[in-house]
């Protein structure tokens, strides 16, 4: 992954079957945190748009390839609460 540089995202915390969704972003390898549903947070880490769970082109004869095609976010720094919805 070459994606070093950190961001900072802002959103609504939400709930997804890849795990938590800010602004559109997975944050990976973070385990969802019930308390932090539905609050305006801030997050800290390093975004990549490609990573190991997007999904391979489809090809006729295949089996379709599973996984989700929005930007991860990983080594994360930082998770603060900055407003409820």
């Known amino acids: 992954m070459a994606d070093t540089k950190q961001v900072t995202i802002r959103g609504e915390y939400l709930e997804s079957k890849a795990g938590p969704l800010v ?7 973070e385990v969802y945190d019930e308390k932090l549903r539905g609050k305006i947070v801030e997050v800290t880490g390093v975004i990549s748009n490609e ?10 004869g295949k089996p379709i390839s599973q996984g989700f095609d929005i930007p991860v976010m990983r080594e994360i720094t930082s998770i603060k609460v900055i407003g409820k919805k």
């Open 23 to 29: 602004d559109g972003v997975i944050l990976i390898n």
């Open 51 to 60: 990573h190991e769970y997007k999904p391979e082109p489809y090809e006729k």
